[in-house]
C-alpha cells in the first residue's frame, strides 16, 4: 500500500510539474493525466477534474490578494467548494503540502445556507453546478470581498464570476471576467489573461431570466 501511495503522489507531483508549464503554453489535454487518475477512479470525470484541481491550485500562482484579505503573512488560502463537489479528494491531494510562499492551502465543502463567515474565509470559491439557481444572489455577496470566484456552469463568468472552466476539443480551458476581479481587488497576472478567453460583464437587464 505505501508503494501505492507513493507511486500516486509521484504522478500527482509529476502533473503538477507539468501543469506550471502547461499553464503558460495552454496546452492542457485531459489525455495528460492517465497515471494519476488511474490511482482514484477510470472514469474521464477523474481526469477531467484532476486538471481542473490543477489549474485552481496554479490560478493561486498568478492572482495576487489585496493586502488587509490574510490576518498573517502565513494565513492558509482557503478553497471553498460551495454546493456539488465534483472533485472528491483530488483537489485535497493536489494542494497536499504545497505552499505559494509562506502560505499553504485549506480545503472546506460549503453548502448555500452556510455562515457567512465562512464564506468570507475563502479566498478561492469554486462554485458547483448545484448553485446555478443562487448565482446571481452569490455575485452580490461576494462582489466586493477579496475572492476569486470559479465555476463551470454555462454564463459563470458573463453572471459575475471571475473564471469559467470550459471544455474545447478535449481541452480543459478558461474563461475571466476582469471587471468581476476588479470589483473584488484581485489583480490576475497578464501571464494568465493573455491564455485566457475574455468575457464581459453582462447588464443587470441582460441577467434576469425573461
Known sequence: MSFEIARYQWAVNLMLRRLGILIVALSVSLSWAPEACAQSSDSSDSSEYLIKAGFIYNF????????????QPDSPIVIGILGTDPFGNLIDRIVENKKIGARGFVVKRLRWNTDL???KECKILFVGASEKAHL??????????PILTVGETPGFAERGGVIRF?????????????EAAHQADLTISSRLL?????????????????
Open 60 to 71: 493561486a500562482k498568478f492572482v495576487e490578494w489585496p493586502t488587509g484579505a490574510f490576518a
Open 117 to 119: 463567515k465562512d464564506l
Open 136 to 145: 446571481d444572489d452569490l455575485v452580490q455577496i461576494v462582489k466586493s470581498l
Open 166 to 178: 470550459v471544455l474545447e476539443d478535449n481541452r480543459v480551458r478558461f474563461e475571466i471576467n476582469v
Open 194 to 210: 493573455t491564455l485566457a478567453r475574455i468575457i464581459q460583464q453582462a447588464t443587470t437587464d441582460a441577467r434576469k431570466p425573461g
